[in-house]
Structure formats: C-alpha cells, structure tokens
C-alpha cells in the first residue's frame, strides 16, 4: 500500500516514515501544501496521512481541494493536543480519521489498516484468497494452512492483488504499490516477484492477461 505522508516537522516525519516502512508500506513524504497537491496530481495513493499546520497552504485546505474534486482517497489528520475545533473542522471537511499528536506509531499504523480494510468495504482484517491468508498488521502468510515465507514486496505485491479481487493490475500499478520515491526499481522487478510467487503458490496463481497486467485466478 502506498501513502503520502503531508509533515513539516522533520523529527516526526522522519519517525513516521521511517516506522511505517517498516510496517510494510511504501510511504512518500512532503513537506508542506503545494508539495502535496502536486504529489496528488502526479502519483496514485492509498491513503494520505495530513498534518493540519503545514506551509505553503494548510491541511484544511489540501483536504478541501482533494474532496471538491470528489476524490475519496482515505485522509487521516494529525493534529495538534489542544485543537480540538481543528479535529472536529477536519472530519467535517472530508477527513476520515485523526490523530492527536504526540502518538504512537503501532497506533497511526493500526488505524491505516482499518481505514484500508473500511476503503475496499472489509470488515476481516486478514485479507483471503481461496486457501491463501495475509494479515497485513503481522505480515504473515498462510497457503494451505501452513505458514507461508514471502519477501517485503512479494507480500505487497500479494496484497495489492487481493486488496482488490478480480481487478487486473499493470505492471506499472504493481510497480507504484511496490516502490516509493527515491527507490530503485530494476526493470524487471515485478516480473521477477510474479515468478517467485508463483513458485510458492502455484503456476496459475496469478494470471497474466496478455497486454494488461496481472490478476488473481478464481478462487
Ligand atoms: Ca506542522
């Protein structure tokens, strides 16, 4: 899953990144408004994590623009303690969750997932496909009842294609999910993970439909 991180302030951006790395997102971060919206323009995202101060145009209005264009990416705001008139604005404006700094990280990442899970209509947080399971909150697998070992981006890569059963994915969709700014992606990647899989969990487990891109076989 790919998300814009909106944060000026660089300790808490960087934690953030940094602790949402590692719980299995692809995470891009800016630093103020304008940074955002061009982001938002040029890239596709799962869900935007939004400080409300921020300069060079504020939160409530980047939220503002986004839902005026009727774009319903999940928006979690971060705010200050004591603003409580900002949360309250915020969720009025279009937000779908907030938190009140300062948090905590298993917390921040905890409510992304629920916010995802919510996003494709999920109430089972664990994400199936025929005998296949992943819990995206422990990154573990199971195929057939037994535990399954998957690679960081061999599990994103799964759960973008189970995040959205009979959608087919491109490469470059697949691609986006996979990898964030700054990240070197080898030509091949996708086509390399695919095959990996496929090993684990069967040649016909995912499919390629030719000129498209990848999607899952019927359960
Ligand atoms: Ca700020």
Redo the contacts with the bound molecule.
Sequence with gaps: MRLLLV???PM?GDSVQKGLRQDGFTVDWVRDGQSAELALGSDVYDLMVL?????RKG?LEVLQNLRRQRNSLPVLI?T?RDAVADRVTGLDKGADDYLVKPFDLDELAARIRALLRRRAGRADPLLRHGELALDPATHQATFRGKELALSAREFALLEALLDRPGAILSRAQLEERLYGWGEEVESNAVEVHIHSLRKKLGADFIRNVRGVGYTLRNP
């Design positions: 944060e000026d302030d808490i400080d409300l101060g921020l300069p939160g971060l200050a």
